[in-house]
């Protein structure tokens, strides 16, 4: 199967995304740190071209360019598509291998990827480089199905792992693990809900011209989101927080937030 995406596009909607881990609010559980300074995302996604090939039902590959000038400081998600395509200069590149398979019934999947930015950044010493790269890496694998004979049943465990590594010379974050898992109907009667438990480190740049006073941010998650109604979703959510910032006299620290979502 071959499928093209040409447009403005959010590139972690087809690159570097995990399923057991989509519904989590810390964004390095969502989106590798290590890439997030460099990814065309959300609230600025740019114009892009991508390929997808899916040769076997247990291997694909994806690649794809993208207008790059986010990182540079230019909303993209406002840009329009013809200044984008005049000034689509700074190019961001990516591409990723993904395998699958069932294990007993259960999903499983891994992916690894690339990616390359061709601007000229500035290193925390204050030299000069031109380009700037990454890799990651994302495991997912469903450990439990409640009802493993019906086809599309969402009820069970699912695990995921991921890891990834940037120049830590230009980018504040060198290298970033996270792991974790979600449940989905884990209280009977309740089949549509979710609840889950991550934990994440971002290990900062030791380059003496980034500022840090810690090695590594880590954060720890736990939420449960209820389905209310078919339409309306709430969902506590808690975070504890080690190192916040890297910031040398800066407490750990504890966020909770309440979600409520509407789909119509």
Known sequence: MLRFKLGKVDANSEFAYGV?????????????????????????PSMSANAFVEPTDWFSFGAGIYDGDGALGVPTGRRSISAAIEDFNDIFSIGEAKLSWTLGGNEGSFKAGAWYHDSSFTRFDGAADRGTAGWYAGLDQVLLRENPDVDD??????????????????SPIGSHWGTG???????????????????????????????????AETAFELFYKAQLTPWLTLKPDIQYIRNPGGAAGVDDAVAATLRLELSF
């Open 20 to 44: 057991h881990r989509a519904e989590f609010l810390n964004t390095s559980m969502a989106l590798d740190p290590t890439t997030f300074f460099m990814f065309p995302t959300y609230p600025n």
């Open 181 to 215: 898992v979600a449940y989905t109907g884990l209280i009977a009667g309740r089949d549509g809900d979710i609840c889950g438990f991550g934990v994440t480190a971002a290990n900062l740049s030791r380059d003496p011209g980034a500022g840090f006073s810690s090695r």
């Open 153 to 170: 049943d969402t009820q069970g465990l699912g695990f995921f792992a991921q890891y990834g590594a940037a120049d830590d010379h230009i």
